[in-house]
């Protein structure tokens, strides 16, 4: 499926490039691939050029701000091919990071880069830490997630899976496991699956010979993962809250592998797991993941961007692969980054 479709990339400063990494050039194919920019019902991006349908992967949001100019009658911000949107002050959205994000009016996000907020801020009549003003208005821009604390309890998740609910699912391990882990050629080790669910992740591992610990909050998930694969004498279950193991697994692993567990939990909780990750690991260890990079405030599942996830992981791992996936499940295709990162030294 993957081959008869198209992928194109945003990057970090909003230029497009085609799946072979050439910068698109031609005016008019800029202005088709940007006019035709749209969300999908999955928050696939998805846009038409040359009368195909082209998948985009964006490295931050799929327009990048880089004028902002305010009046009493319309609003617009400009990109780097000087294209430009209009948006409400309303839609403006914060970061932890605290940069500015909204929507276009025609519902494509966006987010301003540094000189674009400079602009921004000197064109307002007021603002602070939590508020700020124009035309006789105030506004108070949200945080960027819409959460609440549901996806920290164990209730939430094992009636999810009590409801037939665990939409994550896909009845066997993940292609990017599939396809990755006989090119990584790792010796025997001992591989962590944080919020296993089922199993199938782990199992995939267990069967090529690792010594896997699948951990899960739902105990509804820890029986069904040992009714599948309760035979395989290499993985072993351990029912319990991802951030409250026993220190005494703490520099034990060799490898941590991470499929729905980052885009499942609070959001505000991010730092906290990646923090996790890095003291489980030992100082030499690998954190192997597939991300969801969608833009999507609700959840589970929480969507992310690769902006977010370099910010976040810069600190604590080094980057050895770092890819978009592009042999997923259709419904995936496009929303899915592939890792592979060693734990930097203390």
Same mark, same amino acid.
């Given at each position: 499926?993957?081959?008869?479709?198209?992928?194109?990339?945003?990057?970090?400063?909003?230029?497009?490039?085609?799946?072979n990494?050439?910068?698109?050039?031609e005016?008019?194919?800029i202005q088709?691939?940007?006019?035709?920019l749209q969300?999908g019902?999955?928050?696939?991006?998805?846009?038409? *050029?040359h009368d195909?349908?082209i &998948?985009?992967e964006?490295?931050?949001?799929?327009?990048?701000a880089?004028?902002?100019?305010?009046?009493?009658?319309?609003?617009n911000?400009?990109?780097?091919?000087d *294209?430009?949107?209009?948006?409400?002050?309303?839609?403006?959205?914060?970061?932890?990071?605290?940069?500015?994000h909204?929507?276009?009016?025609?519902g494509?996000p966006?987010?301003?880069?540094?000189?674009a907020?400079?602009?921004?801020f000197?064109?307002?009549d007021?603002?602070d830490?939590d +508020?700020? +003003?124009y035309?006789?208005?105030?506004?108070?821009?949200?945080p960027f997630?819409?959460?609440?604390?549901?996806p920290?309890?164990?209730? $939430?998740?094992?009636?999810?899976?009590?409801?037939q609910?665990?939409?994550?699912?896909l009845?066997?391990?993940?292609? %990017?496991l599939?396809v990755? &882990?006989?090119k990584?050629?790792?010796?025997?080790?001992?591989?962590?699956?944080?919020?296993? %669910?089922? %199993?199938?992740?782990?199992?995939?591992?267990?069967?090529q010979g690792?010594?896997?610990?699948?951990?899960?909050?739902?105990?509804?998930?820890?029986?069904?993962?040992?009714?599948? $694969?309760?035979?395989?004498?290499?993985?072993?279950?351990i029912? %319990?809250?991802?951030?409250q193991?026993?220190?005494?697994? $703490?520099?034990?692993?060799?490898?941590?592998?991470?499929?729905?567990?980052?885009?499942?939990i609070?959001?505000?909780?991010?730092?906290e797991?990646?923090?996790q990750?890095?003291?489980?690991?030992h100082s030499?260890?690998?954190?192997?993941? &597939?991300?969801?990079?969608?833009?999507?405030?609700?959840?589970?599942?929480?969507?992310?961007?690769?902006?977010?996830l370099?910010r976040?992981?810069?600190?604590h791992?080094?980057?050895?692969i770092?890819?978009?996936?592009?042999?997923?499940?259709?419904p995936?295709?496009?929303r899915e980054? &592939?890792?592979?990162?060693?734990?930097?030294?203390?």
């Open positions: 499926m993957s081959e008869s479709l198209n992928f194109y990339s945003i990057d970090a400063k909003g230029m497009v490039f085609d799946q990494q050439h910068p698109l050039q005016p008019e194919s088709s691939f940007f006019n035709f969300i019902d999955a928050f696939q991006i998805t846009t038409r *050029l195909q349908t &998948l985009v964006a490295y931050d949001a799929p327009l990048i880089k004028q902002i100019h305010l009046s009493k009658h319309s609003n911000l400009t990109n780097a091919y *294209l430009s949107w209009n948006f409400e002050l309303s839609s403006l959205i914060l970061d932890e990071w605290d940069r500015f909204g929507l276009t009016t025609s494509i966006f987010v301003m880069d540094s000189k907020q400079d602009q921004f000197d064109q307002l007021h603002f830490d +508020s700020f +003003s035309d006789n208005s105030t506004y108070l821009p949200e997630w819409i959460t609440d604390s549901s920290n309890q164990e209730s $939430y998740w094992t009636q999810k899976y009590q409801n609910e665990a939409g994550w699912d009845g066997d391990s993940a292609m %990017g599939k990755l &882990l006989p990584l050629k790792l010796p025997s080790s001992r591989i962590l699956v944080l919020g296993g %669910g089922h %199993g199938h992740d782990a199992a995939h591992f267990a069967q690792h010594h896997v610990t699948l951990v899960d909050i739902s105990p509804e998930a820890i029986k069904r993962a040992k009714t599948s $694969y309760g035979h395989l004498a290499q993985l072993h279950f029912e %319990g809250d991802i951030f193991l026993p220190h005494t697994m $703490y520099n034990q692993y060799d490898l941590i592998f991470e499929h729905t567990c980052y885009c499942a609070d959001p505000t909780r991010r730092n797991l990646v923090r990750w890095r003291r489980l690991l030499n260890g690998t954190l192997l993941g &597939l991300f969801f990079t969608m833009p999507k405030r609700m959840g589970p599942p929480f969507g992310g961007s690769e902006w977010e370099n976040r992981l810069q600190s791992f080094q980057p050895l770092w890819q978009r996936f592009r042999q997923s499940i259709k995936r295709l496009g980054l &592939l890792i592979y990162m060693q734990r930097k030294s203390d």
